[in-house]
């Protein structure tokens, strides 16, 4: 289907799902990186006493899910069944949303959240062809080196105040969601930065840096094995927490070429009725 099909259009604004052509990319690290980057992984910013026990499998609208043609076994042989259950967003999975009389194919990220009513709701974060940098922001409108620093960094690189249509304003970090290409706000209220971080410890002006959401290099870590490694820190939104960066990690910009590439139509089918023989 063409972007600009009638057909998506009007899946925009009535089923609230936002279908882009693109396919999946891996996260923007290179194979060799993986293993070090699972072994640094640096916990969010809520403290234990912040976090939230586990969902209830229970509580969890599971024929909603499958008509999306999802299926809970399916989230548990890849993986993301535990991930969805503990409030977090899961990878991206294969979405079959019947539209009509069409069906369309798509992928995105599923996440459960907690509703105004108390009860459970399901976010669909969908995939964009590219961060949509050329509107406003939860009140916030990016000056063209702003584009560029998302663009290419995929974190916003300072604090910004935001608006939210309900709420008072507050500081944020703001990065790119690398497989949605989403943009992601944290307040920056909510995120305490360590003055040590794997056996380094942090000068002044570092621990200040990083704070205000700027990146910091860092020489002599150790990963949980013991292996001493550099990488570049910065406060990563969607990741809620600090993220590690290696010299050759993909740019954000490079990521998004490289996606763009590769990316095929998004599929729609149309549901006809089956015809039955009777006799001849």
């Not at 503990?86 to 009389?101: E, H, I, M, R, Y």
């Not at 990521?255 to 023989?277: F, G, I």
Request: charged letters at 30%; one cysteine or more.
């Amino acid at each position: 289907i063409a972007n600009n099909s009638p057909v998506i259009d009007s899946f925009y604004h009535i089923m609230e799902y936002r279908l882009i052509c693109i396919r999946h990319t891996p996260p923007n690290t290179l194979p060799q990186n993986k293993a070090a980057l699972d072994s640094i992984r640096v916990s969010s910013d809520e403290s234990p006493a912040q976090k939230r026990s586990a969902i209830d499998p229970e509580k969890v609208d599971w024929k909603e899910l499958e008509r999306l043609g999802v299926s809970r076994e399916k989230l548990e042989t890849s993986g993301n069944l535990d991930r969805l259950l503990n409030w977090q967003k899961t990878g991206l999975v294969s979405l079959a949303v019947p539209f009509g009389d069409t069906t369309i194919y798509t992928e995105a990220r599923l996440a459960l959240r907690t509703g105004a009513d108390g009860r459970l709701s399901l976010n669909i974060h969908t995939l964009r062809r590219e961060p949509q940098l050329d509107f406003p922001y939860m009140g916030h409108t990016f000056s063209p080196e702003e584009k560029e620093q998302l663009l290419t960094q995929g974190n916003f690189g300072k604090t910004v105040e935001l608006t939210p249509k309900k709420g008072e304003p507050f500081r944020a970090y703001v990065s790119v969601d690398r497989l949605t290409n989403e943009l992601v706000s944290l307040r920056a209220d909510r995120v305490q930065i360590p003055h040590e971080i794997k056996g380094v410890r942090l000068s002044g002006e570092q621990h200040r840096a990083l704070t205000e959401g700027r990146p910091v290099q860092a020489e002599g870590m150790l990963s949980r094995h013991g292996k001493p490694f550099d990488a570049t820190l910065q406060v990563n939104a969607e990741k809620r927490g600090i993220e590690f960066i290696f010299k050759d990690t993909l740019s954000n910009k490079e990521r998004l070429k490289s996606s763009a590439k590769e990316a095929p139509a998004v599929r729609k089918t149309e549901n006809k009725p089956q015809k039955r023989r009777i006799g001849r």
